[in-house]
């Protein structure tokens, strides 16, 4: 089992910066890469960024050039840094990590950009 917390969620205007941060606890070796994923109301969850076990790193197009993540192997955290947000980024962002025939997901934090 994988426990995944997300926290940093909030309102924010256009243009401004969030980070969110996903700690992880459980059965970490198992985990081959973490990532964050979003779901707007009437809309399918998307991937927004993944980060592997090796670090390489994969965005949506979307959000290319302002998000950014990272991980912190020694606190067993993941973060997604996002700056230039727009109201379209307001979603429920979800942290998620998957390895060999799992996949987990966290609660979900919600970020709402006013115009």
């Known amino acids: 089992q994988v426990q995944l917390v997300e926290s940093g969620g909030g309102l924010v205007q256009a243009g401004g910066s969030l980070r969110l941060s996903c700690a992880a606890s459980?059965?970490?070796?198992?985990?081959?890469?973490m990532g964050w994923y979003r779901q707007a109301p009437g809309k399918q969850r998307e991937l927004v960024a993944a980060i592997t076990s090796g670090g390489s790193t994969n965005y949506a197009d979307s959000v290319k050039g302002r998000f950014t993540i990272s991980r912190d192997n020694a606190k067993n955290t993941v973060y997604l840094q996002m700056n230039s947000l727009k109201p379209e980024d307001t979603a429920v962002y979800y942290c998620?990590?998957?390895?060999?025939?799992?996949?987990?997901w966290g609660q979900g934090t919600q970020v709402t950009v006013s115009s």
């Open positions: 998620n990590a998957w390895g060999t025939g799992f996949t987990y």
């Open positions: 459980g059965r970490l070796f198992s985990i081959n890469g």
